[in-house]
């Protein structure tokens, strides 16, 4: 599974990579969705690259932000109850680590937004015009943990 959070803003952008980004419904700053590792996605990456960093998410993570970020319709915090009563799931670490593993969708919570909304990084970013090997934030992060981190 790939988080993708979405770093530069929409200014002078090409309509083909306005279109991928909504496509891949990152409209806003600091928007990160989770998708899966298919040719697909992986294609709307690369033409998106120049906005967006990415990179995989590990279990541990993508529990932290489903807890503190996890939003049902209605702007309802996403809890262990919820997930207890309306899925096969009776916490937000098993779902996690099955959407992980590719067994589970995010889509298989009901009423679950599948957008996170992420605070600015603290301390800023280091550099949203810049690659990740170039000093900056942007492109393939090999484990987008630290960013995650900083965008709690």
Known sequence: MYAVVRLRGGINTRQEIK???????????????????????????????????WGKISPEYLAFILRNRGELEGGLRLTDEYLARNTPYKTIDDLAKAVCEGKASLRDVPKLTPIFRLHPP???????????????ELGYHPSLDALLNKMR
């Open 19 to 53: 279109d991928t980004l909504k496509m891949l419904r990152l409209n806003r700053v600091n928007h990160c969705i989770v998708i899966p590792d298919t040719p697909e996605y992986k294609g709307m990456i690369q033409r998106a690259k120049d906005y967006i960093a």
């Open 122 to 136: 603290r301390k800023g970013n280091r550099g949203t015009k810049k690659t990740v090997k170039e000093g900056g």
